[in-house]
């Protein structure tokens, strides 16, 4: 036994098919079982029979009668070159995307970096100053100064049990 469901979804979408395939009935307004009648014979029956289908229909003969008084304009001459050109600006646009906002990215990032140069070099001059002035209380020379020395000063101090042959 084969599954029915299946077989009606099948005879479903031969059914969109077929509305799909009318042709425009130009500016006559046409009610759905009139474009039912348009239809070939089993999918006129099974327009008949199929719920869904059927409001299917009603949809289909609304936006067609919607559409019945609108006129198609024939497309000038520059149309298809005018699309083109905008098909090919925005690919253009997609491809360098990435180039375009470091474009207008970059003097932000210049000022940012000028910034971070001035904070950094004022903080550094203060540290500077503030070392010399520590300097100048201690007395200056770390080797006959009291106090204790910081432990990075020993570089050049050594035991002889370091010292190697």
């Known amino acids: 036994m084969g599954n029915p469901l299946n ?5 479903c979408r031969r059914f969109l098919d077929a509305l799909e395939e009318l042709p425009l ?8 079982e009139e474009w039912r009648a348009e239809l070939p014979e089993v999918e006129e029956v099974h327009g008949g029979t199929c719920e869904a289908c ?15 008084g609108m006129t198609v304009q024939e497309a000038g001459p520059w ?12 690919e253009e ?3 360098d995307g990435v180039w375009i906002s470091v474009r207008r990215l ?8 000028v910034l971070l140069l001035v904070l950094g070099g004022s903080w550094a001059l203060e540290l500077r100053r503030t070392e010399g002035m520590n300097a100048d209380r201690r007395g200056g020379d770390l080797v006959f100064d009291s106090s204790v020395a910081p432990t990075s000063y020993d570089d050049g101090l050594g035991t002889t ?3 190697r042959p």
């Open 7 to 11: 077989r009606e979804e099948k005879n």
């Open 93 to 95: 646009e997609a491809r």
């Open 54 to 68: 059927r409001a299917a229909l009603e949809e289909f003969a609304a936006t067609r009668n919607a559409l019945a």
């Open 106 to 113: 970059a003097p932000r990032l210049v000022a940012l970096s």
């Open 79 to 90: 149309f298809t070159v005018r699309v083109m050109a905008a098909i090919n600006a925005r």
């Open 25 to 32: 009935s130009g500016n006559t307004r046409m009610s759905a």
């Open 161 to 163: 049990s370091e010292v």
